[in-house]
């Protein structure tokens, strides 16, 4: 052990220089560097985790840094193509970290402070103090696009609406009695809005044709937003949160909480990758019709609450991946490589 000189210091400074020192020893265990300078720290060493809070696992950041650059990639691409500078994102990133960590993160009893937000997020303190109770940057369901859902779901589901394999049938415009029409089914999920006006519209976003018979047909271009459409970007958001959301949890807790799964073949032709793409849309939409076509009647007796669920799959092919994955396989394992990948 080296000889140290003892030195007196003012109280004031010697707290400045052990807030020195623990800064420094936080940015090393960040870096996956352990330190023994000072101890983890807790702002009550005797205080219990709540629900929200918990413990950072161990190396957890080295091993997030790959897939997190992975997983970004694409979205740094979109804010490129989109024209959102990385200023911006950087501002959009600094308000969510103080938010999740506010309220996210807060221990049971405890009132959150600026210096544990701080501690928490790595950003200064002050800064934290200036961006607390601005709330969460969220993007609520547009009106358009949450009734459009609802009676496009209702259309594939109900089985007035639909025929004997299940696909939505084309409904008159108004009818009669019983029989089935696009009035008696806009009317079915909402009284607020004009069913002619719903039609108007969607003939504009071209989510529905009208056939020989005068009859108003639903088209595939229904399922998927485009264009201009709002809701494209809410979707955006949404499922892709979900998704995220998903792996997360499974990742940081024991056991897999949530079905979070893939299969992938690399190092196959083009061709193969075309036709299992096609058949890949046929298999998920048969999925997605089936499950909404159980939830939609399960809901005719549901008490009503607040819960959430979203049932997504997606499907992906290209060449190779950004980072050269199906080259870096190699051919002795590629097409025997198979398997359903999960989180």
């Known amino acids: 052990m080296p000889w140290v000189k003892s030195l007196y210091v003012a109280p004031s400074v010697a707290r400045r220089i052990c807030g020195k020192i623990y800064h420094v020893n936080r940015e090393l265990r960040n870096c996956g560097i352990v330190s023994h300078m000072f101890p983890a720290y807790n702002s009550d060493m005797n205080a219990k985790s709540g629900p929200k809070a918990a413990a950072p696992q161990p190396n957890a950041a080295a091993k997030l840094h790959a897939p997190l650059a992975r997983l970004l990639r694409p979205l740094v691409r979109l804010c490129i193509r989109s024209g959102m500078t990385f200023p911006a994102l950087a501002q959009l990133l600094r308000e969510l970290f103080v938010n999740v960590a506010e309220h996210d993160f807060a221990l049971e009893g405890k009132e959150q402070t ?72 806009v009317a079915s999920v ?16 071209k989510l529905v044709t009208i056939n020989a018979a005068d009859e108003i047909e639903l088209v595939e271009a229904a399922f ?18 979900d998704h995220i959301a998903a792996a997360a949890a499974n990742v940081s807790g024991p ?32 999925a997605l019709k089936t499950a909404n076509r159980e939830a939609n009647r399960a809901l005719a007796k549901d008490k009503g609450g607040d819960a959430r669920w979203n049932f997504g799959i997606y499907i992906y092919s290209e060449a190779a991946d950004e980072e050269g994955e199906a080259k870096e396989v190699g051919k002795e394992n590629s097409k025997e490589n198979g398997k359903e990948g999960s989180s």
Do not use: C
């Open 114 to 185: 600026d210096s544990r937000v701080s501690l928490l997020t790595g950003i200064h303190r002050k800064e934290v103090a200036r961006l607390r109770g601005a709330g969460a940057p969220v993007h609520e369901t547009p009106a358009a696009v949450s009734l459009t859902s609802a009676v496009i779901a209702r259309w594939l589901a109900a089985p007035e609406f639909t025929d004997a394999k299940g696909e939505p049938l084309a409904l008159p415009r108004t009818a009669e009695g019983d029989t089935p029409s696009f009035e008696q089914l």
């Open 190 to 205: 909402t009284k607020d809005v004009r069913p002619r006006a719903v039609l108007d519209e969607w003939i504009d976003r």
């Open 224 to 241: 998927v937003p485009s264009g201009a459409d709002d809701s494209k970007w809410h979707y955006l958001g949404r499922n892709l949160h």
């Open 255 to 286: 056991a897999p909480r949530f079905l979070e799964r893939a299969v992938h073949y690399n190092n196959i032709s083009p061709k193969l990758a075309r036709r299992l793409e096609a058949r890949s849309r046929e298999l998920a939409m048969d």
